[in-house]
């Protein structure tokens, strides 16, 4: 069994806005294990965003809170210890791949300053040379060719594929024991993608780090995950190992999930025929409906879905394999 090294409980965001309070995420619970890949997947909005970020503790207050449950890291609550610890575990234990590398790095200093500024903030005893040395070592890690030169040069110079592996570097730079990849390979085109997921594989297995991966593309969770979430209207609706979640969808928001993923003729190079939809929208967090949060969009919805029994809980329907349905397929 692997070691767990986070775990989140019942964990409740907030925001307050113009027209009242909202729950971005209400009651999310996970568990990251060393050398293992959580998926947490959704529709955009669905919180995997802001699960992330309670986990840095990056929300922003006001107008966001943590309402309530714990982040525990290695035994420790993160969401109890003072500021400046945890600005030193952010960035050295836990480290982040934010979504847009070009807003993410700073335009007027070079690529090299930038990783070397991570290095000095948590490993202060290196020298100035040594910090240049981990610097160029960090985008050789990453496979930036020539990274001697890479080094002495500013985000625009340099392609969208390695600004993203430059972000990779500097989140690699400290070698955290948890890595969050908020939707690491968005804007690539696919081969440099699978460069990417390659090489974020690869580290895992040199460095045996546990890895967040936040994505609403199934072919990447299925290329990269052990274990996967999927979160809809800021809860877990279905929660299972990648096999089992891929060929025995619980929750009929994942089975819509997986029959949108294009496949193909392998004799044609055609997808094969339309792609199915999951009809009508995500609701509104300030106006939900009564019962299940999916009901609208369900082709199985009961009089039980519409909130005669309440909201369905996360449950058990097979060992390792949990779904929030009245009517789990089978």
């Known amino acids: ?40 997947v959704g529709e955009s909005g669905s919180g995997k965003s802001v699960t992330a970020l309670s986990i840095m503790r990056l929300i922003p207050t006001p107008p966001g809170r943590i309402a309530n449950g714990t982040i525990d890291y290695r035994g420790e609550n993160l969401l109890e210890i003072p500021f400046d610890e945890m600005r ?37 005893e290196l020298s100035k040379e040594q910090r240049k040395e981990k610097a160029v070592e960090m985008l050789k ?16 110079q340099l392609s969208g594929g390695m600004r993203q592996r430059v972000m990779i570097a500097m989140s690699l730079a400290c070698e955290p024991d948890i890595l969050i990849a908020d939707e690491p390979t968005t804007a690539l085109d696919v081969t440099i993608q699978a460069q990417i997921l390659e090489l974020m594989n690869k580290l895992q297995k040199e460095l045996g780090m546990g890895i967040i991966m936040i994505t609403h593309d199934l072919g990447v969770v299925a290329e990269t995950c052990d274990d996967v979430a999927v979160m809809y209207c800021g809860q877990i609706v279905e929660r299972a190992d990648v096999k089992t979640l891929f060929n025995h969808p619980q929750h009929p928001y994942t089975k819509g999930l997986m ?25 509104s967090l300030f106006d939900l409906p009564d019962g299940c949060n999916f009901q609208d969009r369900c082709k199985n919805v009961t009089d039980k879905c519409r909130g005669s029994e309440g909201e369905p809980k996360l449950r058990e329907i097979s060992p390792g394999h949990d779904a929030a349905c009245f009517h789990p397929l089978s």
């Open 259 to 283: 029959e949108s993923i294009p496949s193909f003729d392998s004799t044609s190079g055609q997808t094969k025929g339309r792609l199915p939809t999951i009809e009508g929208m995500v609701p």
């Open 88 to 124: 030193r575990i952010r960035g050295n234990k836990i480290a982040m791949i934010f979504q847009e590398p070009m807003t993410s790095l700073n335009p007027v200093f070079t690529v090299g300053n930038q990783i070397e500024e991570v290095i000095e903030l948590h490993q202060s």
């Open 141 to 156: 890690l990453v496979g930036i060719p020539s990274p001697e030169q890479r080094v002495t040069e500013y985000p625009h």
């Open 1 to 40: 069994m692997a070691e767990k090294i986070l775990e989140i409980k019942d964990l409740c965001v907030e925001f307050n806005t113009d027209r009242g309070r909202i729950r971005a995420v209400n009651g999310v619970n996970l568990e990251v294990f060393k050398g293992k890949t959580l998926g947490v």
